[in-house]
Every structure is written in structure tokens, then in C-alpha cells.
């Protein structure tokens, strides 16, 4: 067996991306010349109208965090009592369930997507049920088609977690135009960010006006407040960051599809590691490299891998574990139980995210790779 040497820097999941700061500081004069620092400036009418271009989506409100934008669109879309949703997901998408004081219903999910299991949803659907909450995991679409078609028998309304998609498309629409409104996240950690921030999209022109009013406290005007809204608003900083990060992303995508390619290459052989290949139709965002570790017959479990990596400075992550169901503020509901999520009890015991970055070398990848092998 090679031994290999630990690196000498901590490789982490990931990076954020940090465009030059000289082009930062451009954009901050502006922002100080304007003297307006919130409350959609100038920045952010500008970032609107190119995330709804680059986005390929009709209507786009910004927000200062994804979770926000999600507690918001369940609140103008007026969901209430049961919203069916996935334990495989960050704990925001239950969470933003109960700040709506909406009961999750837990659905299990897909053995290859790992998304909700589009087949089972309509098991988990009650006289309460009002919506479907599906999450793009790690921006592989979910089965869009049989969604709606479950949605639209029974009248429930969808909204997508696409946290983590920004930038998929399916056969050439973007992702953000399924379902009633989808979110997406600009957290430092995705691979467009505003440091914070997130948005909604949606094809009815008629929720842009709620939206935008929900996201800024109901105000219509100077005298005049009509709904009881929150503050959702994008600050002009975060806009303007993201104005800078946005011409980057396409250089920093190639990077990583590039990574990926080299993942798969270095571990297709590997017997008791799996990993999704390319959808046909679907343009990923090469966002996340997540593999399966199959104890059985990779001869370690997925647990030993996450430690043994640590010696070697490899820093991955268990996304999601553990499963949201598992939470202790969810743990009672009954379709928590474990015999109603089978597949994702399974899955959560298997994930591993690697590192992925665009400044990550493809020697570096290699090396990962040869590591995770030294481990058999
Ligand atoms: C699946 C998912 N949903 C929601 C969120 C929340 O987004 P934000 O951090 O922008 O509030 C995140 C992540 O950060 C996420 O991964």
C-alpha cells in the first residue's frame, strides 16, 4: 500500500469565490457616491435584472438570505396545515415550514437522486395537505413532470428549494421557471454568491407585486402599509458584490466541471463508490462532487472514510446528515418514522461531499483520489 503524505493545507469542501478585490472596490465607490446603502437601489435593480437574465426566468425578487425568501414564498403563495417535503435536505426547509406554522410531512426520497421520491408523494398527501416543498439536492433536478402532475390532481401548490441550483436548466429552461416559485440561495458557500443573499423566481407576474411588498414590510407607500411583511430586502453592498461575482462564475463552473471529470475518472473503477453521472437534457452547474461509499463493498463505511481523511488534512462533509426527521424538533412527527423513509435512512449513512473549488488543482484531486483508495 503507498503511504501518502497529509497535505500541507487543509483542503476544505469548499472555497467561496473571492473576485479581485480592486474590481470589489470599484463597485463599493459607486455604492458610497450614491449615499444609498438599501431599500433596492440602484445595485440591486441592477443584480435583479441580470440574475432574472442569467436565471432565464419571466419574475425575480433578491433577498438578504434564501430562508427568508423561502418563509416568504410559502407566505404569499398562503400555504397553511401540511406541506410534503424531503428529511434530506439543510435544516432550513423544514424550519422555514414551522415559522409558517405549517406541519412537515416527511416524504422518502429517490435511491439515485436522492430528491423526493416523486412516486411517493401522493401516499403522504391529507384533507391538510396545501403544498409540496422539493429540493434540487445538490442541484440534480427533481422529477419536475411527475410533480406538477401530482400537484395539479389534488390543487397543492410547489415550491421548489433550489438552493442549490443555481444556473441548471432542463432542456434549456432554467430550473427557476418549475413549480409556483423556487428559491435560490446566495450564501458565501454557493457557487454565485452575495456573501448572504438569495432570491425567488416565478412565472406569475401577479406574485411580484406580493413578493416585493411582503419582503419590505408591507409598505406600499410613505402612508400606506397593506400586508404584514418582513424584511427580506438585499442590502445595496450585497448587490453590488454579487454584480462582480456573477462575471466569474462561468470561469469558476468550467473549473469545476473539470475537477469532476478528474473525480470520476480517478474513481470509476473503485468497487463501493458510486456517483451521478450527467443527466441527458440537464445543464448541471458542476456546483457539488457527492459520492456514495457503499460499506459492503468498499469495505469501509463511509464514517471512517469522513475521519481517516481528516489525518491527511481532507476536510468533506456528511451533507445532510443527519436527516431533518432525525432533528429532535422533528423526531415525534410520524412521518419521521424511520419505516416511512427507508431510502433516505440508507442514503444519509453513504454521502460524502468532497472537496470542489475552482482554485483546487486537478493534482490535488488525484491525490484525494489515491488517498480514498489507500483506505480499502
Ligand atoms: C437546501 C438548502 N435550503 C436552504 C438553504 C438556506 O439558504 P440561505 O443560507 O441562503 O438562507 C440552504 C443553504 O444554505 C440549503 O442548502
Not at 497529509?6 to 479581485?20: D, K, S
Not at 474513481?267 to 448541471?284: H, N, P, Q, R, Y
Amino acid at each position: 500500500m503507498t503511504q501518502h503524505k497529509a497535505f500541507e493545507q487543509p483542503i476544505y469542501v469548499t472555497r467561496p469565490l473571492l473576485p479581485n478585490l480592486s474590481e470589489i472596490h470599484v463597485k463599493l465607490e459607486e455604492v458610497w457616491q450614491s449615499q444609498w446603502l438599501t431599500n433596492i437601489g440602484k445595485q440591486h435593480k441592477q443584480l435583479e435584472k441580470r440574475t432574472t437574465e442569467v436565471l432565464k426566468v419571466p419574475y425575480l425578487s433578491l433577498f438578504n438570505n434564501g430562508t427568508i425568501g423561502l418563509i416568504t414564498a410559502c407566505q404569499s403563495l398562503r400555504l397553511q396545515g401540511e406541506v410534503i417535503t424531503t428529511p434530506f435536505t439543510f435544516a432550513a426547509t423544514p424550519h422555514v415550514l414551522m415559522w409558517n406554522n405549517i406541519k412537515p410531512i416527511f416524504c422518502d426520497i429517490d435511491p439515485i437522486t436522492m430528491n423526493i421520491d416523486a412516486d411517493k408523494i401522493e401516499s403522504m398527501i391529507t384533507p391538510q395537505t396545501t403544498g409540496i416543498l422539493p429540493v434540487h439536492v445538490f442541484g440534480t433536478p427533481c422529477d419536475v413532470e411527475k410533480i406538477q402532475e401530482v400537484a395539479d390532481r389534488y390543487g397543492l401548490k410547489i415550491v421548489y428549494d433550489a438552493a442549490h441550483a443555481f444556473g441548471v436548466e432542463i432542456n434549456g429552461v432554467g430550473i427557476g421557471n418549475f413549480g409556483d416559485i423556487s428559491m435560490m440561495s446566495f450564501h458565501a458557500t454557493k457557487l454565485f454568491h452575495t456573501v448572504e443573499g438569495g432570491a425567488l423566481t416565478y412565472r406569475d407576474k401577479h406574485l411580484k407585486d406580493r413578493i416585493d411588498l411582503l419582503k419590505n414590510f408591507g409598505i406600499k407607500g410613505q402612508e400606506e402599509v397593506v400586508m404584514p411583511g418582513i424584511n427580506g430586502k438585499m442590502n445595496e453592498i450585497q448587490a453590488a458584490i454579487g454584480l462582480v461575482v456573477l462575471n466569474y462564475i462561468e470561469e469558476e463552473r468550467r473549473k469545476r466541471a473539470i475537477l469532476i471529470d478528474t473525480y470520476r475518472r480517478c474513481l470509476m473503477d473503485v468497487e463501493g463508490i458510486s456517483f451521478l453521472s450527467d443527466i441527458a437534457g440537464v445543464k448541471s452547474n458542476s456546483q457539488y462532487f457527492v459520492m456514495r461509499i457503499s460499506e459492503k463493498i468498499f469495505g469501509r463505511s463511509r464514517n471512517y472514510v469522513y475521519d481517516e481523511f481528516m489525518k491527511y488534512n481532507v476536510f468533506t462533509r456528511k451533507y445532510f446528515y443527519p436527516l431533518c426527521s432525525e432533528y429532535t424538533c422533528y423526531r415525534h412527527l410520524p412521518s419521521s418514522s424511520m419505516v416511512n423513509l427507508p431510502v433516505a435512512h440508507k442514503v444519509v449513512q453513504e454521502v460524502l461531499s468532497m472537496p470542489l473549488y475552482g482554485e483546487l488543482t486537478v493534482n490535488e484531486v488525484e491525490k484525494i483520489c489515491d488517498i480514498l483508495k489507500s483506505f480499502q
